[in-house]
């Protein structure tokens, strides 16, 4: 049964190595360095020749004034299932022509996006600016509609409801067709030294959905958690990897916290938790690190990570994630 709810994932990965700059898109490409491990035996000195002098360092790529891409996230997810493409378009405009480490990487964008799955459909406008490298702001509109498939969606009169694999299983038949806009808000702060990258991104949702009469509240598959038709959620996700080439390795950890008033019934004395934080490693691998092409950045990526807190998900079983993610320049990148 649990297969049948094909659905919505995690928050905005932005393209496996965005874990740690959600600029990635239009970042210079870094060569793999060669290996420092010496050679067994004496070490002869070099004949100072024009052959064999050091090749000097290639200077970073130009990053372009303004630059047209793509970019497109394909997952698949385990406790909860979901598989879903994520996919945007992207025009971008350099801020700063510095060479400052903290405004070299700065620019203003407008996307359209679109995330598509077997239960829903979301199209929308997004902006983000990044004033300096240490903080990025991203800001959404997707249209929402639930499409009634894969047991999606189930409304409820209020948040006091259990929303386990099973009890989802057993409200298959109560799932319907609606529609309804989600507002979303991504500050995020940011910062490397030397191979160590930390980020921490926050998220800001409000929903407006359509329920059926008497129903205040929703089960949002992406989220995994009880939310208001009406109301407001707040995220994190926060990562600290190490970088060594084609290579991330690292930590995430995430939570997830709905809010409710009086509206869905909870006012006074209630009290409702329907709260999550999970965390464990993540991984991600790119095959090439080109940049201006059609296909840039080829990236997989893997995630486990077991829940500390959830009110439906106390077995041991972890949450897992697999990607694969790309970019492609359609003019100004090459």
């Known amino acids: 049964m649990m297969l049948k709810r094909l659905s919505l994932s995690i928050c905005t990965l932005c393209l496996s190595l965005g874990l740690v700059s ?39 790529r130009p990053i372009p004034n303004v630059r047209l891409y793509m970019t497109s996230f394909n997952l698949f997810r385990v406790n909860p299932i979901g598989l879903e493409t994520q996919n945007r378009l992207v025009i971008q405009k350099r801020l700063l022509d510095s060479e400052s480490v903290l405004f070299r990487d700065t620019f203003v964008n407008a996307a359209a996006l679109i995330k598509a799955n077997p239960a829903s459909l ?28 894969m047991g999606f969606l189930q ?3 209020n948040p006091l409801q259990d929303f386990s694999d099973d009890a989802l299983d057993l409200g298959e038949d109560n799932a319907y067709s609606t529609s309804g806009h989600h507002f979303i808000v991504e500050p995020t702060l940011q910062a490397k030294v030397g191979p160590i990258a930390v980020r921490a991104k926050f998220s800001l949702e409000y929903w407006n959905l359509t329920l059926r009469d008497g129903a205040t509240t929703f089960y949002d598959p992406m989220l995994d ?13 926060s990562d600290v990897v190490y970088l060594s080439g084609r290579w991330m390795l690292g930590a995430r950890f995430s939570a997830v916290w709905p809010r409710y008033n009086e509206d869905q019934g909870v006012s006074g ?66």
């Open 22 to 60: 959600p600029a990635a898109a239009q970042q210079s490409t870094t060569a793999a360095q060669p290996s420092d491990v010496p050679t067994t035996g004496a070490p002869q000195p070099p004949e100072v020749t024009p052959a064999n002098e050091p090749s000097p360092a290639l200077p970073p």
């Open 155 to 157: 409304s409820y009169p």
């Open 269 to 334: 004395s209630t009290t409702v938790d329907n709260s999550h934080m999970r965390v464990g490693p993540v991984a991600s691998y790119a095959f090439n690190t080109d940049e201006g092409t059609l296909f840039n950045r080829p990236t997989v990526l893997g995630m486990v990570a077991w829940y500390v807190k959830h009110p439906s998900r106390q077995e041991p079983m972890p949450y897992m994630l697999i990607g694969f993610s790309f970019n492609s320049d359609l003019m100004g990148g090459r």
């Open 225 to 237: 958690s009880i939310l208001a038709g009406k109301g407001w959620v707040f995220t994190n996700d």
């Open 122 to 149: 979301k199209v929308g406008p997004q902006f983000e600016i990044q004033p300096i490298a240490l903080f990025n702001v991203r800001a959404s509109y997707e249209y929402t509609r639930f499409l009634g498939t």
